[in-house]
C-alpha cells in the first residue's frame, strides 16, 4: 500500500496579511467582509478567527503588484 502525505497549506492570520501587503489591518477585514478580492471560499473560520491561506496572499500580492506598475506607467506616459 502506497501513502500519500498531503502537505497542509500555511495559513495566515489577517494582521500577517497586512503586514506582508503593506496595508492596515482593518483593510483586510473589509475584504475578507465584502468577498472581493479574497475568494471567500479560501478563508478559514473558526470560532470568531479568521486565516487566509498563504495561496490567496499570493495571488492578492500578485494583484497589487500588477495594479502599482500599472499607475506608474500611466504617470510616466
Known amino acids: 500500500m502506497s501513502e500519500e502525505r498531503k502537505e497542509l497549506e500555511v495559513l495566515w492570520t489577517p494582521r500577517q496579511v497586512a503586514k506582508y501587503l503593506g496595508l492596515n489591518t482593518t483593510t ?38 500588477a495594479k502599482l506598475e500599472g499607475e506608474e506607467e500611466s504617470k510616466q506616459s
Open 28 to 65: 483586510v477585514y473589509r475584504w475578507i467582509a465584502e468577498g472581493k478580492i479574497l475568494d471567500p471560499q479560501k478563508i478559514v473560520r473558526f470560532s470568531n478567527r479568521v486565516r487566509i491561506p498563504r495561496s490567496e496572499v499570493e495571488r492578492i500580492a500578485g494583484l497589487t503588484k
